[in-house]
């Protein structure tokens, strides 16, 4: 009965650590799918930022100044 017991206790923590495993990963991947939305975001406002600048402004950045 014991081994039963303690078999059956093994079952319940190994599914209880892939259940844990398989919703880790789904937030990973929420999580870098919502990044990228960012920085689709991001890099349409500095699209649109460069075409209303003046000529020859905002081709280059000195990042060393």
Do not use: Y
């Amino acid at each position: 009965m014991s081994d039963a017991i303690s078999t059956a206790t093994s079952l319940i923590a190994m599914s209880s650590t892939a259940t844990q495993q398989a919703l880790a990963t789904r937030f990973v991947k929420q999580n870098a799918d919502a990044e990228a939305g960012v920085v689709a975001l991001l890099e349409q406002g500095a699209e649109q930022a460069k075409a209303s600048l003046p000529a020859g402004q905002g081709g280059q950045i000195d990042r060393f100044a």
